[in-house]
Antibody, heavy 119, light 108 residues
Framework: QVQLVEAGGGVVQPGRSLRLSCAAS????????MHWVRQAPGKGLEWVAL????????YYADSVKGRFTISRDNSNNTLYLQMNSLRTEDTAVYYC????????????WGQGTLVTVSS | EIVMTQSPATLSVSPGESATLSCRAS??????LAWYQRKPGQAPRLLIY???TRATGIPARFSGSGSGTEFTLTISSLQSEDFAVYYC??????????FGQGTKLEIK
């Protein structure tokens, strides 16, 4: 079955960096685009970034553009999110999600990893 | 950016009854609308895509309808496991993908 397992969350000071990972299994990872979505405390879901199956195309939310970088390692079935210049407003649970591959909804999600940006 | 607005924010319903959740888009998203269920500590789960198509394994008591800017998720004969937060998501115009703020379905 499809499994997505995020890791790398934690407490970090403003201005510092953190890298999240998402280990995928149960499907051909290299055939699917992948997303990061986050949810801040008390807020709704916010899409963060998208990477195409071959890593050729990447898209970002305006709120993270220039600070976050999405990448993938298809040989190791892993998705990454490099987060630099972190702000307190980046505090959230970060989810990785699989793109359905056709219409671009999210058909599978991980359980999320919590990132807390605080001094 | 397309803004998605869900109503109500909280819905209190008794088990066995039906619940109707609404989602409105600031401009047409055609049929490109999905619904997700999220329970605390669990991964969000896809319920509906294409506005009305149930995802694999989703019980028939979940149904979606609508097109353009107005959408509805109906859950009939509510069971205890259905009490959760529900989000709509438009994937017609991206980036960015956008979500509603969620409707919390609670036990009355």
């Amino acid at each position: 079955q499809v499994q997505l397992v995020e890791a790398g969350g934690g407490v970090v000071q403003p201005g510092r960096s953190l890298r999240l990972s998402c280990a995928a299994s149960g499907f051909t990872f290299s055939s699917y685009a992948m997303h990061w979505v986050r949810q801040a405390p008390g807020k709704g879901l916010e899409w963060v970034a998208l990477i195409s199956y071959d890593a050729y195309n990447k898209y970002y939310a305006d709120s993270v553009k220039g600070r976050f970088t999405i990448s993938r390692d298809n040989s190791n079935n892993t998705l990454y999110l490099q987060m630099n210049s972190l702000r307190t407003e980046d505090t959230a649970v970060y989810y990785c999600a699989r793109d359905d591959g056709w219409l671009h909804y999210f058909d599978y999600w991980g359980q999320g990893t919590l990132v807390t940006v605080s001094s | 950016e397309i803004v998605m607005t869900q109503s109500p924010a909280t819905l209190s319903v008794s088990p066995g009854e039906s619940a109707t959740l609404s989602c409105r888009a600031s401009q047409s998203v055609n049929y490109n609308l999905a619904w997700y269920q999220r329970k605390p500590g669990q991964a969000p789960r896809l319920l509906i895509y294409g506005a009305s198509t149930r995802a694999t394994g989703i019980p028939a008591r979940f149904s979606g309808s609508g097109s353009g800017t107005e959408f509805t998720l109906t859950i009939s004969s509510l069971q205890s496991e259905d009490f959760a937060v529900y989000y709509c998501h438009q994937y017609n115009n991206w980036p960015p993908h956008t979500f509603g703020q969620g409707t919390k379905l609670e036990i009355k």
